[in-house]
């Protein structure tokens, strides 16, 4: 098996992080940061203008919180 292969305990351990994540930061490159923010939404966060939210070269740095926690 090589480092490129995702093994499904592996995948379980990811899915188990994601459901159980209050915030996460993403490095997203330029061009799927619509995308992104679109799986986010579909998986409960929602993304939160912040320090941490900053434009790199090549990325944009996002912060997302939990939709429960965010105050409208």
Known sequence: MTSFQTTV?????????IKNALSMELRVDNSKVDHIVEIMEDLGFKGKN???SMQLSDHTVIEFWKKELIKS
């Open 9 to 17: 305990h592996e995948m379980n351990d990811c899915s188990y992080i």
């Open 50 to 52: 912040s320090w941490a």
